[in-house]
């Protein structure tokens, strides 16, 4: 993360001046690159889930300003929801308009509720945000030199953000749908407890 120089307000809003880092975005990546990357990214990852957070507190710190403990359960369930004001707001009209799109959010969301008893009550330093330009890598896809935007971080549990990864990188130039390998994680044994349903459902969200 790059050291912020200086935070302030401007023109009816605010800004940050950071360092300046070189590479290209995580999003450039063909496949090749990108495979070569996933070790250094998930390293990464790993390091934010050993980083302390405050427990209780809120789920989304960095977003909606709320300092009302949350459990992580309850965040999943309500960004399912349309709420006015939030970051992103007004989509349930517009999936309402498109054709059969609304019976498919909510088989979805269906979905989600039912998996969501083996998602644990975890509390770890999410990003949420890794492609639309806010990571830099080296151009050869060797490590990763810088990771921008923590707009979307949340506290919650870590496979959380490897869904969102694993979801925004298939079937684009990093993941074409030509390489998709089978699910990841086990799929017998006692972690299957554990993997299996959690990553199943944090995808299911995840892709809504």
């Keep these: 993360m790059p050291a912020v120089i200086e935070i302030g307000s ?15 975005f ?15 990214l998930l390293r990464a990852l790993d390091a934010m889930r050993a980083l302390p957070v405050p427990t209780p507190g809120p789920v989304d710190w ?15 369930v309500r960004t399912l929801r349309d709420t006015p004001g939030e ?26 509720h039912a998996l969501l008893g083996p998602c644990p009550q975890l509390r770890h330093v999410l990003h949420l945000d890794l492609f639309h330009r806010n990571v830099l890598v080296n151009p050869d896809g060797s490590r990763l030199a810088a990771v921008f935007d923590w707009g979307c971080s949340v506290y919650g549990d ?11 990188s298939r079937g684009t130039r990093c993941w074409p749908a030509s390489t998709l390998p089978p699910p990841p994680g086990p799929t017998t044994g006692p ?6 349903p959690s990553l199943s459902g ?3 969200t995840s892709s809504m």
């Design 10 to 24: 401007a023109f009816g809003g605010a800004y940050a001046i950071s360092e300046r880092h070189d590479g290209i």
């Design 26 to 40: 995580l999003d450039e990546l063909d496949y090749p690159r990108f495979a070569r990357l996933l070790p250094a």
């Design 62 to 76: 960095a977003g909606d300003g709320s300092k009302e403990p949350e459990t992580w359960h309850h965040w999943l």
């Design 87 to 112: 970051r992103v707001s007004g989509w349930q009209s517009d999936l309402e308009r498109a054709p059969g799109m609304g019976a498919l959010y909510a088989e979805g969301e269906a979905e989600l």
């Design 158 to 168: 870590f496979l959380y953000e490897v869904a969102c990864l694993s979801s925004g």
């Design 191 to 196: 972690s299957a407890l554990r993997w299996t």
């Design 202 to 204: 944090y995808a299911a």
